[in-house]
Protein backbone atom coordinates (compact mmCIF):
# COMPACT_ATOMS: atom_id res chain seq x y z
CA UNK A 1 0.00 0.00 0.00
CA UNK A 2 1.54 3.58 -0.90
CA UNK A 3 0.11 7.14 -0.31
CA UNK A 4 1.60 10.67 -0.09
CA UNK A 5 2.73 9.58 3.37
CA UNK A 6 4.87 6.49 2.48
CA UNK A 7 3.90 2.47 2.04
CA UNK A 8 2.72 0.07 4.39
CA UNK A 9 1.53 -3.34 4.81
CA UNK A 10 -1.41 -4.31 6.93
CA UNK A 11 -3.07 -7.89 7.58
CA UNK A 12 -6.28 -8.71 8.79
CA UNK A 13 -8.98 -11.40 8.61
CA UNK A 14 -10.94 -9.87 6.21
CA UNK A 15 -13.99 -12.35 7.90
CA UNK A 16 -13.29 -11.08 11.27
CA UNK A 17 -14.97 -7.76 11.94
CA UNK A 18 -13.19 -6.42 14.95
CA UNK A 19 -9.63 -7.22 13.21
CA UNK A 20 -10.58 -5.58 10.07
CA UNK A 21 -12.19 -1.92 11.92
CA UNK A 22 -8.44 -2.37 13.65
CA UNK A 23 -6.72 -2.51 10.59
CA UNK A 24 -8.48 -0.04 8.97
CA UNK A 25 -7.84 2.62 12.08
CA UNK A 26 -3.98 1.51 11.52
CA UNK A 27 -4.22 2.11 7.83
CA UNK A 28 -6.39 5.86 8.58
CA UNK A 29 -3.56 6.82 11.07
CA UNK A 30 -0.36 5.91 9.40
CA UNK A 31 -1.29 6.62 5.99
CA UNK A 32 -4.28 7.97 5.73
CA UNK A 33 -8.10 7.63 4.62
CA UNK A 34 -8.95 5.07 2.71
CA UNK A 35 -10.06 6.09 -1.07
CA UNK A 36 -9.79 3.11 -2.89
CA UNK A 37 -10.55 -0.59 -2.13
CA UNK A 38 -10.02 -4.33 -4.32
CA UNK A 39 -11.62 -6.96 -1.65
CA UNK A 40 -10.23 -10.53 -3.02
CA UNK A 41 -10.39 -12.99 -0.51
CA UNK A 42 -11.18 -16.47 -1.75
CA UNK A 43 -11.04 -20.38 -0.73
CA UNK A 44 -12.49 -22.68 -3.49
CA UNK A 45 -13.83 -26.53 -3.13
CA UNK A 46 -15.15 -29.09 -5.64
CA UNK A 47 -18.39 -30.32 -4.01
CA UNK A 48 -21.61 -31.48 -6.13
CA UNK A 49 -25.30 -32.30 -4.26
CA UNK A 50 -24.44 -35.27 -3.14
CA UNK A 51 -20.57 -34.18 -1.20
CA UNK A 52 -22.14 -31.11 -0.27
CA UNK A 53 -21.32 -30.53 3.36
CA UNK A 54 -22.59 -27.61 5.63
CA UNK A 55 -19.70 -26.61 7.26
CA UNK A 56 -17.59 -26.25 4.40
CA UNK A 57 -20.54 -24.33 2.96
CA UNK A 58 -20.31 -21.80 5.78
CA UNK A 59 -16.68 -21.77 6.17
CA UNK A 60 -16.46 -20.55 2.14
CA UNK A 61 -19.45 -18.36 2.48
CA UNK A 62 -17.63 -16.96 5.59
CA UNK A 63 -14.71 -16.37 3.36
CA UNK A 64 -15.62 -15.17 0.13
CA UNK A 65 -19.21 -13.50 1.09
CA UNK A 66 -18.25 -12.29 4.60
CA UNK A 67 -14.77 -10.94 3.56
CA UNK A 68 -16.09 -9.32 1.01
CA UNK A 69 -18.72 -7.42 3.02
CA UNK A 70 -16.98 -6.40 6.18
CA UNK A 71 -13.82 -4.65 4.59
CA UNK A 72 -16.70 -2.71 2.65
CA UNK A 73 -18.81 -2.33 5.65
CA UNK A 74 -15.30 -0.50 7.04
CA UNK A 75 -14.53 2.08 4.73
CA UNK A 76 -17.88 3.10 3.10
CA UNK A 77 -19.42 5.35 5.22
CA UNK A 78 -15.98 7.26 5.15
CA UNK A 79 -15.68 7.15 1.00
CA UNK A 80 -19.62 8.54 1.26
CA UNK A 81 -18.95 11.25 3.76
CA UNK A 82 -15.41 12.84 1.99
CA UNK A 83 -17.85 12.46 -1.47
CA UNK A 84 -15.63 9.76 -2.95
CA UNK A 85 -14.32 6.56 -2.90
CA UNK A 86 -13.91 3.65 -5.66
CA UNK A 87 -14.17 -0.21 -4.67
CA UNK A 88 -13.95 -3.19 -6.72
CA UNK A 89 -14.90 -6.80 -5.78
CA UNK A 90 -13.38 -9.84 -7.21
CA UNK A 91 -15.50 -12.38 -7.90
CA UNK A 92 -15.25 -15.12 -10.50
CA UNK A 93 -17.03 -16.16 -13.76
CA UNK A 94 -18.24 -19.12 -11.44
CA UNK A 95 -20.90 -16.94 -10.01
CA UNK A 96 -22.34 -16.03 -13.31
CA UNK A 97 -23.21 -19.76 -14.37
CA UNK A 98 -24.19 -22.74 -12.84
CA UNK A 99 -21.35 -24.90 -11.46
CA UNK A 100 -22.80 -28.56 -10.37
CA UNK A 101 -18.89 -29.53 -9.29
CA UNK A 102 -18.63 -26.15 -7.65
CA UNK A 103 -21.96 -25.28 -5.89
CA UNK A 104 -20.43 -23.82 -2.86
CA UNK A 105 -17.74 -21.52 -4.47
CA UNK A 106 -20.56 -20.37 -6.90
CA UNK A 107 -22.81 -19.49 -4.97
CA UNK A 108 -20.20 -17.14 -2.82
CA UNK A 109 -18.94 -15.52 -5.87
CA UNK A 110 -22.54 -15.08 -7.18
CA UNK A 111 -23.07 -13.36 -4.00
CA UNK A 112 -20.23 -10.98 -4.48
CA UNK A 113 -21.79 -10.06 -7.49
CA UNK A 114 -25.24 -9.08 -5.91
CA UNK A 115 -23.18 -7.38 -3.47
CA UNK A 116 -21.28 -4.64 -5.82
CA UNK A 117 -24.65 -4.41 -7.43
CA UNK A 118 -26.28 -3.67 -4.22
CA UNK A 119 -23.70 -1.37 -2.93
CA UNK A 120 -23.64 0.65 -6.07
CA UNK A 121 -26.70 1.87 -5.85
CA UNK A 122 -27.02 2.36 -2.27
CA UNK A 123 -23.59 4.45 -2.20
CA UNK A 124 -23.56 6.38 -5.42
CA UNK A 125 -23.02 9.03 -6.57
CA UNK A 126 -20.50 9.06 -3.94
CA UNK A 127 -18.60 5.82 -4.25
CA UNK A 128 -18.26 3.85 -7.24
CA UNK A 129 -18.86 -0.47 -6.64
CA UNK A 130 -17.90 -3.11 -9.21
CA UNK A 131 -16.79 -6.67 -9.70
CA UNK A 132 -14.32 -8.27 -11.28
CA UNK A 133 -15.10 -11.53 -12.33
CA UNK A 134 -12.30 -13.72 -13.65
CA UNK A 135 -11.55 -16.99 -15.37
CA UNK A 136 -9.69 -19.21 -15.33
CA UNK A 137 -5.97 -17.40 -13.76
CA UNK A 138 -2.66 -19.16 -13.69
CA UNK A 139 -2.45 -18.60 -9.52
CA UNK A 140 -1.98 -21.13 -6.84
CA UNK A 141 -5.84 -21.87 -6.54
CA UNK A 142 -5.61 -23.78 -10.03
CA UNK A 143 -2.63 -25.67 -8.59
CA UNK A 144 -4.48 -28.54 -7.90
CA UNK A 145 -6.33 -28.57 -11.18
CA UNK A 146 -6.17 -31.68 -13.57
CA UNK A 147 -3.84 -30.10 -16.61
CA UNK A 148 -6.55 -31.98 -18.96
CA UNK A 149 -8.67 -30.07 -17.55
CA UNK A 150 -6.87 -27.04 -17.11
CA UNK A 151 -5.89 -27.05 -21.34
CA UNK A 152 -9.92 -28.04 -21.93
CA UNK A 153 -10.47 -24.55 -20.54
CA UNK A 154 -7.88 -22.85 -22.05
CA UNK A 155 -9.19 -24.20 -25.38
CA UNK A 156 -12.53 -23.17 -24.81
CA UNK A 157 -11.47 -19.45 -24.49
CA UNK A 158 -11.37 -17.50 -27.54
CA UNK A 159 -8.01 -15.97 -26.68
CA UNK A 160 -6.49 -19.80 -26.17
CA UNK A 161 -4.58 -18.89 -23.24
CA UNK A 162 -4.79 -18.73 -19.48
CA UNK A 163 -4.95 -15.22 -17.66
CA UNK A 164 -2.40 -13.62 -15.80
CA UNK A 165 -2.71 -12.20 -12.58
CA UNK A 166 -1.98 -8.60 -14.71
CA UNK A 167 -4.66 -9.36 -16.94
CA UNK A 168 -6.72 -8.90 -13.94
CA UNK A 169 -4.67 -6.28 -12.16
CA UNK A 170 -5.16 -4.35 -15.16
CA UNK A 171 -8.61 -4.23 -15.21
CA UNK A 172 -9.01 -3.59 -11.42
CA UNK A 173 -6.52 -0.38 -12.40
CA UNK A 174 -8.97 0.37 -14.89
CA UNK A 175 -12.47 0.54 -12.81
CA UNK A 176 -10.45 1.98 -10.02
CA UNK A 177 -9.54 4.80 -12.64
CA UNK A 178 -11.27 8.24 -13.60
CA UNK A 179 -10.97 6.35 -16.76
CA UNK A 180 -13.68 4.09 -15.58
CA UNK A 181 -15.99 7.36 -14.35
CA UNK A 182 -19.46 6.06 -15.73
CA UNK A 183 -18.90 2.82 -14.52
CA UNK A 184 -20.32 1.78 -12.03
CA UNK A 185 -23.00 -1.49 -10.63
CA UNK A 186 -20.87 -3.58 -13.43
CA UNK A 187 -19.13 -6.64 -13.54
CA UNK A 188 -15.90 -6.97 -16.05
CA UNK A 189 -15.61 -10.33 -17.17
CA UNK A 190 -12.06 -10.96 -18.12
CA UNK A 191 -11.95 -15.12 -19.14
CA UNK A 192 -10.60 -14.46 -22.54
CA UNK A 193 -13.66 -15.06 -23.98
CA UNK A 194 -14.68 -18.41 -22.62
CA UNK A 195 -18.43 -17.49 -21.72
CA UNK A 196 -20.34 -14.76 -23.04
CA UNK A 197 -23.05 -12.68 -21.49
CA UNK A 198 -25.70 -10.93 -22.94
Request: net charge negative.
Amino acid sequence: MKSGRGRGFFQANVADELAVADMVAAIDAELGLIDLLVTNAAVSMQAGHSTLDLDDFRRIMATNVEGTLIPIMAVKDGMVSRGFGGIVCVASVAGLRPRPLGITYSTSKAAVVALARNFAAALGPEVRVNCVAPGLIETDMIAGLDPDVQDAMRDEAFVKRLGQPEDIAEAIVFLLSDKASFVSGQTFVADGGRITLP
